[in-house]
Every structure is written in C-alpha cells, then in structure tokens.
C-alpha cells in the first residue's frame, strides 16, 4: 500500500501543470510548492542546458537555474502567466528568459545550494551531456524542446517501469523503441518462455500502456487536450531534429 507520501506524489502528478502552477501563484497551497519541486526536478535538465547553450559558465549556469527556481517559489514569476499560451513548456522557457534578463545578481550566488534540500540535482550528468552531443546549428530554443523531450519521455518510462516492477520490465523496455519490422516475436517468445502469439500480445499491450502514459503525461503539460496532437507531433519533430 502506498504510503500517504506517495499517495501526496500521485496525487500531485494526476492534476495539470498548470494547476500546481495557478495554486503556487497563490501563495496558499504548499503541495502546489511540492509539485513545482518535483515538476523541477524532472524539468530542470533542459533549464541548465538552455542556460548553457545561451553563454554562461558552468558555475554561474547553476547558480541561475536554482535562483530562477527559487524566484517561481517565491511567486514572483507565477503571478502573470498567460495560460492560454497554452504549454507548459512555452512559458517554463519565457519565464526564465525574462528571468535571465531582468531577474539576475549577482548576490544569488550566495543562494547557491539553498535549493530545497530534499530535492537530488545531479549538475555533472547535465553537464556530461552537453559534452558528447554533436555540434549543430540549431538555436538554444531548439535544443531546448529537445532537451524537454527527452526529460519528458524519461519520466514516462520511470512511471511505466514503476507501474510494470512484477514484469521484468527491464527486459521489456527495448521493445518500445522498436519498429514493429524489428521485432522477433519468436526471440521474445523464446527468451519469456511463451507462445509467440502471447509475445504479441503482451508487447502491443505495452506499447499500448507506454502510448496513454505519454498522452497523460503531454495532456498535463497543457491547458486543453485539444492540443495533446500537435504537441506530440512538436517534441518528436524535435527528438530528430527537424
């Protein structure tokens, strides 16, 4: 049984984005300060990396992300979000860009490491990441979507991986990424230990779970489903670059 905790977590996550966004402008909610936490520590990859790719230092990149995280606790850029710009992610990276250029001292460096203490940043593996990506000409606002992409669909999967712990699915997990003309139904049969129709099947059931979970996910992100579409079709274009 979850603990009330991870009921609070589940909770948190089954409302939209922009919700927790509305109630943390209010000042009155502190599980909407919870779930801009946690929505950060998800989101923030994509932030740094914006912060990089736009010319600043390793040190002072971190020094922004975290003022700039604290500067949205502390309300100062909720109070007038337009949410019929309609995406999270558009007004996650307007915001910081009004906050790189209108928000930044020098003295939030004596924020530094003030985060919110339970919250596990690992700057090293962001910045790892910057290194061995090959160099390209697309602006730091296309690298951006990429990046958000990328960190959406990692938590699609933790959330998957979480909800499928009694199927190995470890194992499974390759599968979604296939094409379907890759896939050797009679390897998995082999490999499971069942008939190659119960491959079948038990794949296209994950695939099917994997697909909801990524449109629930992309739906929270908006302020209507009617956008769920476009969207997904606007962060794939931007995992292949196009």
Not at 128 to 150: C, M, N, V, Y
Not at 219 to 239: C, G, I, P, Q, Y
Request: net charge negative; proline share 3%; hydrophobic share 35%.
């Amino acid at each position: 049984m979850p603990s009330p905790s991870e009921n609070s977590r589940v909770s948190l996550f089954l409302t939209t984005r922009w919700t927790l966004v509305g109630d943390a402008a209010c000042g009155e909610d502190s599980r909407a300060e919870e779930g801009l936490a946690q929505l950060f520590q998800i989101y923030w990859p994509p932030l740094y990396r914006y912060v990089r790719r736009s010319g600043r230092q390793e040190q002072d990149a971190e020094d922004l992300v975290q003022g700039f995280f604290l500067h949205l606790l502390e309300g100062k850029g909720l109070g007038s979000v337009d949410r019929e710009r309609g995406r999270f992610r558009a007004f996650l990276l307007a915001a910081l860009k009004n906050y790189l250029a209108n928000e930044w001292r020098r003295d939030h460096r004596q924020k530094r490491g003030g985060l919110i203490t339970h919250l596990s940043i690992d700057w090293r593996d962001a910045e790892t990441g910057l290194g061995i990506e090959p160099p390209d000409d697309r602006s730091p606002d296309k690298h951006f979507d990429r990046e958000w992409a990328i960190a959406l669909l990692d938590k699609v999967l933790d959330d998957l991986g979480n909800d499928e712990k009694d199927q190995d699915f470890t194992r499974w997990k390759p599968f979604l990424s296939m094409s379907s003309d890759r896939i050797s139904y009679t390897a998995i049969a082999k490999e499971f230990g069942m008939s190659e129709g119960a491959a079948r099947v038990a794949v296209h059931r994950l695939r099917k779970r994997y697909r909801q979970r990524l449109r629930d996910e992309i739906a929270r992100t908006l302020t209507t489903d009617d956008l769920v579409d476009e969207e997904m079709r606007a962060l794939f274009a931007a995992l292949t670059g196009q």
